[in-house]
């Protein structure tokens, strides 16, 4: 398998416009997570879904940002419009299903991201 | 919800053994505590995880005291190659609803020759 492939790896533009950030993740995984990391503020979870369906969205910033999950085999995070704080490296991960009895997650495999530069 | 706690940074140097602490006094008890490796320009990247006790791998090995409220991950005879940021994960599951995943904010390991 190749691992988690995320589109763009880089993307400058300008403060108003939309941006979509893409991720296919590891096929037979049934987690999908959105990360956002800057110096500032580290590594953040935005969203994360299980079986496609969006579980966790409470790290979302604002309604400025969505994600979709429209297949296993794909997921889109979007914001609209952008703006300059929204600079940072966007991060994909996808895990298998969380571990049973005991409920810890399985490793999270993340994708090589995507730095995102807003003007 | 466990937050995490660790050191800003540490220094070593080749051949060393380091030990990276991480707090979390509020771990509950079903939760698992993972550290993740991160490179620059990289995404992070799974190093161990481990429940109680001790746990090891071909890489590292993490120690975990009975009371869970810290752990430690140890990297034997480091190289320059292990110069990276590490972070420690608590992850707090649910089977049928949301679990939070809260990565701390790292400790940025510098291996000298």
């Known amino acids: 398998d190749a691992g988690v492939i995320q589109s763009p790896r880089h993307e400058v533009t300008e403060m108003g416009q939309e941006v979509t950030l893409r991720c296919k993740p590891i096929?037979?995984?049934?987690?999908l997570f959105w990360y956002r990391q800057t110096m500032m503020r580290g590594l953040e979870l935005l969203i994360y879904?299980?079986?496609?369906?969006?579980?966790?969205d409470s790290g979302m910033p604002e309604d400025r940002f969505s994600a979709k999950m429209p297949n296993a085999s794909f997921s889109t995070l979007k914001i609209q419009p952008s703006e300059p704080r929204d600079s940072a490296v966007y991060f994909c991960?996808?895990?298998?299903?969380?571990?049973?009895?005991?409920?810890?997650?399985?490793?999270?495999?993340f994708g090589p991201g995507t730095r995102l530069t807003v003007t | 919800l466990a937050k995490t706690t660790q050191p800003i940074s540490m220094d070593s140097y080749e051949g060393q053994e380091v030990n990276i602490t991480c707090s979390h006094n509020n771990i509950a008890t079903n939760d698992y505590i993972t550290w993740y490796q991160q490179f620059p320009s990289q995404g992070p990247r799974f190093i161990i995880q481990g429940y109680k006790t001790k746990v090891t791998n071909e890489v590292a090995s993490l120690f975990i005291p009975a009371d869970r409220k810290s752990s430690t991950l140890s990297l034997p005879r480091v190289s320059l190659s292990d110069t990276a940021v590490y972070y420690c994960?608590?992850?707090?599951?649910?089977?049928?609803?949301?679990?939070?995943?809260?990565f701390g904010s790292g400790t940025r390991l510098s291996i000298r020759p």
């Open positions: 096929s037979g995984h049934d987690y």
């Open positions: 991960a996808s895990s298998p299903a969380i571990q049973y009895p005991t409920g810890g997650l399985y490793e999270q495999y």
């Open positions: 879904f299980n079986n496609n369906v969006p579980i966790d």
């Open positions: 994960l608590v992850a707090i599951p649910g089977y049928s609803s949301a679990s939070k995943i809260i």
